[in-house]
T-cell receptor, first 110, second 113 residues
Framework: QKEVEQDPGPLSVPEGAIVSLNCTYS??????FMWYRQYSRKGPELLMY????GNKEDGRFTAQVDKSSKYISLFIRDSQPSDSATYLC??????????FGSGTKLNVKP | DSGVTQTPKHLITATGQRVTLRCSPR?????VYWYQQSLDQGLQFLIQ???????AKGNILERFSAQQFPDLHSELNLSSLELGDSALYFC????????????FGQGTRLTVV
């Protein structure tokens, strides 16, 4: 079983939709949770990170962590075509090793 | 532009060969991470260096090795290459040893034929 599971998609939504991206994990020791966005042929870029359980909002993006269910989510409000990318969740318990999901490909149609 | 520079961008080589991938971290960053991204395995952490010393090891094969030099650039050496080593190899850097905000380079695409 992989440490981090993520639905690969692709997920196709119309412009303006609310997007929900999710990951589940098996290691309860994970404390820090991150979301990366990766455009085609580019390296991942950090979108948000959260510590332990709770919500964190940054503009149109909201990250949510439910440690009791070992489940994290990224919500994108008012999605734009420029949000079309692959979204990777990542987590760590010691900052030395990061465990990534396989990524969900998102396509926002104009 | 993240400020992390990886060379070369593309590399095509034959099975059994050895290659070296290079990474220059962002100015001031002491920590360098190497990742492998393949279609079937996703992004896999390989190894981390901090200020010249190895700090953490992930799923790095014995055929692979890395080092970080005094000027903080890092090299990833891949030897006895196999077809399955074909992947994107990313380098990331961060200021501290323990830092959630690591910046990724654009990657080196390795194709083993």
């Amino acid at each position: 079983q992989k440490e981090v599971e993520q639905d690969p998609g692709p997920l196709s939504v119309p412009e303006g939709a609310i997007v929900s991206l999710n990951c589940t994990y098996s290691n309860s020791a994970f404390q820090y949770f991150m979301w990366y966005r990766q455009y085609s042929r580019k390296g991942p870029e950090l979108l948000m990170y959260t510590y332990s359980s709770g919500n964190k909002e940054d503009g149109r993006f909201t990250a949510q962590v439910d440690k009791s269910s070992k489940y994290i989510s990224l919500f994108i409000r008012d999605s734009q075509p420029s949000d079309s990318a692959t979204y990777l969740c990542a987590m760590t318990y010691n900052f030395n090793k990061f465990y990534f999901g396989s990524g969900t490909k998102l396509n926002v149609k104009p | 532009d993240s400020g992390v520079t990886q060379t070369p961008k593309h590399l095509i080589t034959a099975t059994g060969q050895r290659v070296t991938l290079r990474c220059s971290p962002r100015s001031g960053d002491l920590s360098v991470y190497w990742y492998q991204q393949s279609l079937d395995q996703g992004l896999q952490f390989l190894i981390q260096y901090y200020n010249g010393e190895e700090r953490a090891k992930g799923n790095i094969l014995e055929r692979f090795s890395a080092q970080q030099f005094p000027d903080l650039h890092s090299e990833l050496n891949l030897s006895s290459l196999e077809l399955g080593d074909s992947a994107l190899y990313f380098c990331a850097s961060s200021v501290e040893q323990l830092n959630t905000e690591a910046f990724f380079g654009q990657g080196t695409r390795l194709t083993v034929v």
